[in-house]
């Protein structure tokens, strides 16, 4: 069966300090991956999507990179923190079943606080 | 942009009373997912609704899609305390490599015991 792993769980950075969270994915081959942050109360905003190595497709332009050096594997990186990343970010993965049908499967998060 | 849109924002209800969530959207979709989220944890996956489909179940869960009006709804049936949760859909309008959902901003459901 297929997981999702996010680490770490909770972090506290002060402002300008760097960040790299990591996410991996167990079970599948060549799965889409994603980054999603989530403000307090809010919907989800997608960040960062890759469909293989190496190919990443920003979606909001901000303080924030992505890398995917491994097929299942995709970190979410900043050289200097901001107080406006603090958030909830959640990894996802999906495959393509037939029938252009997408389900995303998430990971447990990353609560990140930036003091 | 934002393509799902749900309404209400937030609905609190007794146990065992039906709950109704609803969704709007503003494109063409090839399917509208529905995911559930606890506080402070990741989205889990409840139900996929195709754009040829106009209804689905699954447990206590029935979906409608009707595209005429580009608008979706989640009904949870005999709810209990345990539906409390936040409710997002999801559009998925992929087309040519764009390898996408966009989700909404949620309802976010209390179930009183």
């Known amino acids: 069966s297929q997981t999702i792993h996010q680490w770490p769980a909770t972090l506290v950075q002060p402002v300008g300090s760097p960040l790299s969270l990591e996410c991996t994915v167990e079970?599948?081959?060549?799965?889409?991956l994603y980054w999603y942050r989530q403000a307090a109360g809010r919907g989800l905003q997608l960040l960062f999507y890759?469909?293989?190595?190496?190919?990443i497709s920003s979606e909001v332009p901000q303080n924030l990179s992505a890398s995917r050096p491994q097929d299942r594997q995709f970190i979410l990186s900043s050289k200097k923190l901001l107080l406006s990343d603090s958030g909830f970010y959640l990894c996802?993965?999906?495959?393509?079943?037939?029938?252009?049908?997408?389900?995303?499967?998430f990971g447990p998060g990353t609560r990140l606080t930036v003091t | 942009s934002q393509q799902g849109e749900e309404d209400p924002q937030a609905l609190s209800i007794q146990e065992g009373e039906n709950a109704t969530m609803n969704c709007s959207y503003k494109?063409?979709?090839?399917?509208l997912q529905w995911y559930r989220q606890n506080s402070g944890r990741g989205l889990v996956h409840l139900i996929l609704i195709r754009s040829n489909e106009r209804e689905k179940h699954s447990g206590r869960l029935r979906v409608t899609l009707d595209t005429s009006k580009k608008s979706s709804s989640l009904l949870i049936t005999a709810s209990r305390a345990a539906d409390t949760a936040s409710y997002f859909c999801?559009?998925?309008?992929?087309?040519?490599?764009?390898?996408?959902?966009?989700f909404g901003k949620g309802t976010k459901l209390t179930v009183n015991p």
């Open positions: 890759s469909v293989g190595i190496g190919q």
């Open positions: 079970g599948t081959s060549n799965p889409n």
């Open positions: 996802a993965w999906s495959v393509l079943w037939t029938g252009n049908l997408r389900e995303q499967y």
């Open positions: 494109t063409s979709i090839n399917n």
């Open positions: 999801a559009t998925d309008a992929s087309q040519g490599g764009s390898e996408k959902l966009v």
